[in-house]
């Protein structure tokens, strides 16, 4: 598989190793995820009040669970503010 192939692999992966293959995140699996796998992107989700508005804007669909385009969206805004802070210094 190529680089890209294989980065997706993994985001899939990622997603259901903290949905425990439920195909959703809870709030609780959201910050351990992100706390794990994105602390050098975004910080470490300390407080609550964080992490509830964090869940309120990725929460689309109200269910009160992250769906894996809701996470998706995540992954694509944070990459796109990552490639935005970097620009052509990779």
Partial sequence: ????E???MTIIQVFHKYSK???TL???DLKELINNELSCFIMNIQDNETLDQLFL???QNGDLKIDFQEF????AMVTSA???LTGNDL
Avoid: E, T, W, Y
Avoid at 1 to 4: A, K, N, Q
Avoid at 72 to 75: L, T
């Fill in 26 to 28: 809870r709030k609780a």
């Fill in 6 to 8: 294989n980065s997706m």
């Fill in 72 to 75: 998706i969206a995540m992954v």
């Fill in 82 to 84: 990552c490639h935005d």
């Fill in 57 to 59: 804007d990725l929460d």
């Fill in 21 to 23: 293959h439920q195909c």
């Fill in 1 to 4: 598989m190529s680089d890209l």
